[in-house]
Structure formats: C-alpha cells, structure tokens
C-alpha cells in the first residue's frame, strides 16, 4: 500500500532522548517507507534545534492545545476535543502514534478511534501522579508499544496494562553512529576518565558517582569523572565534589554539543540511575567501545549484559540514605522495577562502595577490558541497529492498524502481541 499516513502526538519542548530519538525516526522512517508523517506538539513550544529538523525533513507541526497563537482553556472540555477531532479530520491518518503521553491523551484516543491509536510508552510509566485520566487511557487503548521489557512490566504491574503488547527497544541514532570503531584500551598512563552523561537531576544518580571517586581515590586509582549533562542539582554536586576534596577531579562540562567527542575521550561510563527505563546513554557508550558500569534496575540490564559489555551493580541502599551522600530526594518516581525479582517497588541505591568495587573490577583487569569494549560494540551493531528499530515500529504500527493486532516479532523479549 503507498501513500500511507501517520500522526505523531509527541512533545517537543525540550531536546532531549526523545525529542531526538523522534526526529531521527522520521528521518529513518521516510527513507524505509512510504509514509506521509505529520506531527502535532503536545506542549506550548518546538525546541529550535527539533524544529529546525523538521523543517528540514518537510514535515508539518501543529499544536494541539493552540488554535494560532490562542491557547485553548481546560474548560469546557468540548473545546480541546472540538481541536483534536479537526487535527484528526483534517491529516486523515491511517495511525495515530502517541509518544510517551499517559496524561492529556484521552481526547485523541476519541477523535481518531482506539482502533488506529497506537501508545509508544518511553518512560512515562514511570511518574508521579496518579489521575483517573491515565487509568482510563490506559484501559481503552489497545496496542502498546514499550522501549524495554521494564516498561512492560511497569505499565503491567503498577498500571494493570492488559492489552496487546510489543517491545521495541531503542536503537543508536544515525548522528552519533562512530564511523569505524576499534577495541579500546585503558590508557598506559594519566589518570582513567570515567564518564557520566546525564540531566543533573536526583533520579540521574550522579551524586553516587562522585562518592564512588573518592573511594577509588582512597583506594590509590588514577582516576577522574567527567560529566556531560546541566540541570537543576549541579550546584549540589559541585559543592559535593568540593567537600569531598576531588578539586579538579570531577570536571562539569555542562551541555555538550559534540557527544561523539566525549565518548571518544573517556574510558568507562558510569551509570548509577535510581530509575532509567531503557539505558540509551548506554548504548551510545557501547558504540564508541565504551564498557558500562550501571544500575542493575529497570531497563539498563537490557542493554548492558553483565560481565559482557560492562557490571551491573543491583542497588542495595534504601532511599534514606540519599541525603546523607549528597543526593537530593525532588521529582523521584515512586516505583522502580526489579528486573531480578520482577516486582515494582520504591527506588534504591547504589551503594557507592560496591560501585567502585565494580569499577576496580574493570580496571584491573586490562585484557578484559579490551573483550568488554570488543563485545559493546558487536553488541551494538547486532542488538540496537536503527533501521531495524524504525522498521520493526513500523510494521507493528501499520500492522495493527489494518488487522487490529500487533504482529508477532520473534527475538524480543515481549514481542508477541497478548491479551
């Protein structure tokens, strides 16, 4: 069939793992298929850097909650689901794609019909907040899309998801795709540059790191954090790092523009989320021969296998304990995944201690590094290929939408559509 449409309903604020993730998939989908993509922004802005890409790829953007420059009131109701039926009339989609949203997506689940929606759950599950909004968005919608096994399993034990289900993880965008990439090596001399990429935010973990160095300090090994990332808790850690004595052993590099550059430069990520629903700085690490020391929660033991391609490091610290390592405790989801039990329950921590220990592991051990690194980036190339991704979501959304049930995938965990 040609000439097949699809309406993304997406937020586009920021520029952040989805936003680009986003952008990158319209990119991909255009080349792979012959589909016509129009977007609707779901918050009250594009960021420039997304807007520009889609301007770039000719795609259309309207907003839902805006009639021109008029944002539409809550109330009455009638009027924001009067916009999402014409938004709807008008682009005439074979499939609408609802990225990431449980809140606010009632009203395109009624304008375009439960039977061409299709929700691409990304880490929204996750959140605070409970409303009777999500619960019946949930219970209606019938295809759902998830980025990792632990999204299954939280939209399944926290949200009581009963519906058809397809995990598609995530894949390596285009843009940060190395060239050619050869097994690294941990460096002769000068100190180890152990990498952290994240939004400074408490669910990030980052203050775990930082107490993490100072006990490879103690333990007399050359090493130093590197963090590419902004936000709110930078000032915290920054003081942190300053009582802790690491001067200029931890170095904030802030927004990096150049990623590809910063993975090149360091030697081993590390990752200690209290919360990450798939692990795509993971991946991206693993593509530049990176090994990974991370969480063992959620979704990073999906893309990380232990002993393999890095550590996983399964959190043993009650949440208590946060403020005391310098930690803060804001905007922190009230469940996590266990994957080793498969039970849902209240964050934890790493314990910065046995964090370390992992890392020592590594750097101790030079001929396995070098397996670890070979191993991410075959890994890579066999698991998170982007095409792949883009086709799979592809025929699981168009799929759907001509028979009403996902296809069933075989060698993803999940991947048979159920009820």
Same mark, same amino acid.
């Given at each position: 069939?040609?000439?097949?449409?699809?309406?993304?309903?997406v937020?586009?604020d920021g520029a952040?793992?989805?936003?680009?993730q986003?952008?990158?998939?319209?990119?991909?989908a255009a080349?792979?298929?012959?589909?016509?993509?129009?977007?609707?922004a779901?918050?009250?802005?594009?960021h420039?850097?997304?807007?520009?890409?889609?301007?770039e790829?000719?795609?259309?953007?309207?907003?839902?909650?805006y009639?021109?420059?008029?944002?539409?009131?809550?109330w009455?109701?009638?009027?924001?689901?009067?916009?999402q039926?014409?938004?709807?009339?008008?682009?005439?989609?074979?499939?609408?794609?609802i990225?990431?949203?449980?809140?606010?997506?009632?009203?395109?689940?009624?304008?375009?019909?439960?039977?061409?929606?299709?929700?691409?759950?990304?880490?929204?599950?996750?959140?605070a907040?409970e409303?009777?909004?999500k619960?019946?968005?949930?219970?209606?919608?019938?295809?759902?899309?998830?980025?990792s096994?632990?999204?299954?399993?939280?939209?399944?034990?926290?949200?009581?998801?009963?519906?058809?289900?397809?995990?598609?993880?995530?894949?390596?965008r285009?843009?940060?795709k190395p060239?050619?990439t050869?097994?690294?090596?941990?460096?002769?001399?000068?100190?180890?540059r152990?990498?952290?990429?994240?939004?400074?935010?408490?669910?990030?973990?980052?203050?775990?790191?930082i107490?993490?160095?100072?006990?490879?300090?103690?333990?007399g090994?050359?090493?130093?954090?590197?963090? $590419?990332? +902004?936000?709110?808790?930078?000032a !915290? /850690?920054?003081?942190?790092? &300053?009582?802790?004595?690491?001067?200029? =052993?931890?170095l904030?590099?802030?927004?990096?523009?150049?990623m590809?550059?910063?993975?090149?430069?360091?030697?081993?990520?590390v990752?200690?989320?209290?919360?990450?629903?798939?692990?795509?700085?993971?991946?991206?690490?693993?593509?530049?021969?990176?090994?990974?020391?991370v969480?063992?929660?959620d979704?990073?033991?999906?893309?990380?296998?232990?002993?393999?391609?890095?550590?996983?490091?399964r959190p043993?610290?009650?949440?208590?304990?946060?403020?005391?390592?310098?930690?803060?405790?804001e905007?922190?989801?009230?469940?996590?995944?266990?994957? $080793?039990? +498969?039970?849902?329950?209240?964050? !934890? /921590?790493?314990?910065?201690? &046995?964090l370390?220990?992992?890392i020592? =592991?590594?750097?101790?051990?030079?001929?396995?590094?070098?397996?670890?690194?070979?191993?991410?980036?075959r890994?890579?190339?066999?698991?998170?290929?982007?095409?792949?991704?883009?086709?799979?979501?592809?025929?699981a959304?168009?799929?759907?939408?001509?028979?009403?049930r996902?296809?069933v995938?075989?060698?993803?965990?999940?991947?048979?559509?159920?009820e």
């Amino acid at each position: 069939m040609t000439g097949r449409s699809l309406l993304h309903y997406v937020s586009l604020d920021g520029a952040g793992g989805v936003e680009l993730q986003f952008v990158e998939f319209l990119h991909a989908a255009a080349c792979l298929a012959d589909y016509r993509h129009a977007v609707v922004a779901c918050g009250k802005t594009v960021h420039p850097l997304v807007a520009r890409q889609l301007a770039e790829a000719g795609v259309a953007v309207t907003f839902e909650k805006y009639a021109g420059a008029v944002k539409l009131p809550k109330w009455p109701a009638a009027l924001r689901a009067a916009r999402q039926r014409h938004v709807v009339s008008t682009q005439q989609p074979q499939a609408v794609i609802i990225w990431n949203r449980l809140r606010d997506s009632l009203d395109t689940l009624a304008a375009a019909g439960a039977e061409r929606c299709v929700y691409w759950e990304r880490g929204a599950s996750w959140f605070a907040g409970e409303s009777p909004a999500k619960r019946r968005f949930i219970a209606e919608v019938q295809a759902v899309l998830c980025n990792s096994l632990a999204a299954k399993r939280m939209l399944e034990l926290r949200w009581s998801y009963a519906g058809q289900v397809q995990v598609i993880p995530n894949a390596l965008r285009p843009s940060l795709k190395p060239a050619s990439t050869r097994p690294r090596e941990l460096p002769d001399q000068g100190p180890v540059r152990l990498g952290l990429v994240a939004r400074l935010q408490p669910i990030k973990g980052v203050a775990l790191a930082i107490q993490a160095l100072t006990v490879l300090r103690a333990r007399g090994y050359d090493v130093s954090l590197h963090i $590419a990332g +902004d936000g709110p808790e930078r000032a !915290r /850690l920054e003081a942190l790092a &300053g009582r802790l004595g690491l001067g200029e =052993r931890v170095l904030f590099a802030g927004l990096v523009e150049d990623m590809a550059a910063f993975y090149r430069d360091i030697d081993l990520l590390v990752h200690p989320a209290l919360r990450e629903p798939f692990g795509q700085i993971a991946v991206e690490a693993n593509a530049y021969g990176i090994p990974a020391v991370v969480a063992a929660v959620d979704g990073l033991v999906e893309v990380i296998t232990d002993g393999v391609t890095g550590l996983c490091v399964r959190p043993s610290l009650p949440l208590a304990d946060y403020a005391g390592l310098g930690g803060g405790t804001e905007d922190l989801p009230p469940f996590v995944y266990d994957p $080793a039990t +498969d039970t849902i329950g209240p964050p !934890r /921590l790493v314990d910065p201690h &046995g964090l370390a220990e992992a890392i020592m =592991r590594i750097l101790d051990d030079r001929p396995g590094y070098r397996g670890m690194s070979a191993a991410a980036i075959r890994a890579v190339d066999a698991r998170f290929d982007f095409d792949m991704h883009v086709r799979r979501a592809l025929a699981a959304v168009s799929g759907f939408a001509a028979t009403g049930r996902l296809p069933v995938t075989e060698g993803i965990p999940g991947g048979a559509g159920h009820e």
